[in-house]
T-cell receptor
Framework: DGGITQSPKYLFRKEGQNVTLSCEQN?????MYWYRQDPGQGLRLIYY???????QKGDIAEGYSVSREKKESFPLTVTSAQKNPTAFYLC?????????????FGDGTRLSIL | AQSVTQLGSHVSVSEGALVLLRCNYS??????LFWYVQYPNQGLQLLLK??????LVKGINGFEAEFKKSETSFHLTKPSAHMSDAAEYFC???????????????FGAGTRLAVHP
């Protein structure tokens, strides 16, 4: 079954802890994205990657890190430097980085502070 | 810089009534435009897209949108609302001029649609 799998669905972070959110896709898409969603603010881009072993900062990259070692995987680490991490995190993919290509989304991970 | 404005953070309609969700963009050239729907605790699902072909675009679940360059608008409509249409709707734009073609989507703040019996 093709799609984008985000795990876990719910995640809790303790003070000073780094946590990693998983995003895996089997759509054979080149481009992958991470967004943060807060109530009433729409989606904001954290990081994106158009190709393996390359990624770029989005609008709110501070306190986050990513890697793209495989085409299928684009994990996001929320570091202790991110002081307000409570949000809904969405991973997306597109066939290429071209601007006419729609993005397809996973079902999200909700991160909360303990 | 491009921006997207969705007028009305909350819209309420009766079942069977017309749904109209407004989206206006700010761009010096016609952008690519997308509508997405989000159900609670889920990701976004693509409803339809405008990529410079026909100005009236038909999407899934009976929704359609019309690109109007003179009004810089891309409003989403559905002739008859169903209870299952209750969700949050996002309009998004991307810039066709970006060198290298990087697909950065700019999202509106969203409109929450309520459908009552």
């Amino acid at each position: 079954d093709g799609g984008i799998t985000q795990s876990p669905k719910y995640l809790f972070r303790k003070e000073g802890q780094n946590v990693t959110l998983s995003c895996e896709q089997n759509l054979n898409h080149d481009a992958m994205y991470w967004y943060r969603q807060d109530p009433g603010q729409g989606l904001r881009l954290i990081y994106y990657s158009q190709i393996v072993n390359d990624f770029q900062k989005g609008d709110i990259a501070e306190g986050y890190s990513v890697s793209r070692e495989k085409k299928e995987s684009f994990p996001l680490t929320v570091t202790s430097a991110q002081k307000n991490p409570t949000a809904f995190y969405l991973c997306a993919t597109s066939a290429s980085g071209a601007s006419n290509q729609p993005q397809h989304f996973g079902d999200g991970t909700r991160l909360s502070i303990l | 810089a491009q921006s997207v404005t969705q007028l009305g953070s909350h819209v309420s309609v009766s079942e069977g009534a017309l749904v109209l969700l407004r989206c206006n963009y700010s761009s010096s050239v016609p952008p690519y435009l997308f509508w997405y729907v989000q159900y609670p605790n889920q990701g976004l699902q693509l409803l339809l897209k405008y990529t410079s072909a026909a100005t009236l675009v038909k999407g899934i679940n009976g929704f359609e949108a019309e690109f109007k360059k003179s009004e810089t608008s891309f409003h989403l409509t559905k002739p008859s609302a169903h209870m299952s249409d209750a969700a949050e709707y996002f309009c998004a734009v991307s810039d066709p001029r970006v060198p290298g073609g990087y697909n950065k989507l700019i999202f509106g703040a969203g409109t929450r649609l309520a459908v009552h019996p």
